[in-house]
């Protein structure tokens, strides 16, 4: 995720699956079950194994990673809340203007 410009549709089809997929790995890291994931993360038992494998979402950049891990320590995985938080955040909106 290095690029600077983020549409909707790229938030959507990116960094939504990517934060999903680190926080499938990190939950699954803490003993919970995928039917567990899947409840925390709102998304089917299949989706989180998805996630699990790899087939979906892609790397976040370190200091979203942070962002998630907060979350978890929480004990909420809010997804709305955690991608709020990311995409308000400097770094995500360098050099993203709007026309």
């Known amino acids: 995720m290095k690029t600077d410009v983020w549409t909707c549709e790229r938030i959507f089809w990116e960094l ?3 934060i999903r997929r680190y926080a499938a790995v990190k939950l699954r890291e ?3 079950s995928l039917p ?3 409840k925390i993360l709102g998304v089917t038992k299949s989706a989180v ?10 790397e976040l950049e370190p200091w979203m990673k942070k962002i998630v891990d907060r979350w978890i320590e929480k004990g909420c995985v809010d997804i709305m809340k955690v991608l709020a938080e990311i ?4 770094r ?3 050099g993203w203007e709007c026309g």
């Open 49 to 58: 194994s998805q996630y699990l494998s790899g087939k979906r979402g892609g």
């Open 92 to 94: 995500f909106r360098k």
């Open 30 to 32: 803490r003993g919970k």
């Open 16 to 18: 939504l699956p990517s």
């Open 87 to 90: 995409t308000s955040d400097p």
């Open 36 to 38: 567990e994931i899947g």
